[in-house]
Structure formats: C-alpha cells, structure tokens
Nanobody
Framework: QVQVVESGGGSVQTGESLILSCVGH????????MAWFRQVAGKEREGVAQ???????GLADSVKGRFTISQDNAKNSLYLHLGSLKPEDSATYYC?????????????????????WGQGTQVTVSS
C-alpha cells in the first residue's frame, strides 16, 4: 500500500519560514499528483498547493507569493516552503497523493482528487 509521511512542522514567529517534507513509500505510478492541504480544528480542509503529472504547480490564492511547492523525484519526496508566515497560516498540514492522476493544468486543489493521506504535521505561527 502507498503511504505518505509528513514532517517539519513547528512553532515560529510571524514573518519566519518553515519547510515541510513528505516522503512517499510504496509504488508510485508514473502518472501521479501530490498536494498539500491544511486544516484548523472545526473548519474544512483547505487545498494549499499541488503538482500534477506534468510537474505543473498550483497554489491557493491565500498563499501565492509566500509559499512554494517542489519535489525531488529521485528521493520520492515533496516539499512545501512556507515563507512570510502569518498567524492565519497556523494549521495541521497534510500531504496527499493521487495514484493514478489525470489532473489538467489549472485544476482546483480538491480533497476528492486525493486517495492517500499522511498523518499531518502541526504549524503554529505566533504574533
């Protein structure tokens, strides 16, 4: 079975940065997509960033210009670079994978796209 495992969360001050990592385990088809979501207790899960089968990257409007998503195919790893952090970025961040995946360019980051989910890593941003 495919597994994804996140790490890198922590507590930081407003304006600081973090890098989250996600390592995939198991067989990943050549046609796969990966994404980052975040969730605050009592609120719906929000899509943050994704990479489709061609490597095209998408970001939520709320994080454009501050966050970047990247991957290292050789290490089967996904990263989220969180810059210029704000208190409203505080959440549990989840890595997700869709295998197979047929996303087109510009597709929305939707929870229903993804089948495999990590356990989450907590990010807390203080004023």
């Amino acid at each position: 079975q495919v597994q994804v495992v996140e790490s890198g969360g922590g507590s930081v001050q407003t304006g600081e940065s973090l890098i989250l990592s996600c390592v995939g385990h198991g067989y990943f088809d050549s046609r796969y997509c990966m994404a980052w979501f975040r969730q605050v207790a009592g609120k719906e899960r929000e899509g943050v960033a994704q990479i489709d089968t061609t490597g095209t990257k998408g970001l939520a409007d709320s994080v454009k210009g501050r966050f970047t998503i990247s991957q290292d195919n050789a290490k089967n790893s996904l990263y989220l670079h969180l810059g210029s952090l704000k208190p409203e970025d505080s959440a549990t961040y989840y890595c997700a994978a869709a295998i197979p995946c047929q996303l087109g360019s510009g597709e929305r980051i939707l929870e229903r796209t993804y089948k495999y989910w990590g356990q989450g890593t907590q990010v807390t941003v203080s004023s």
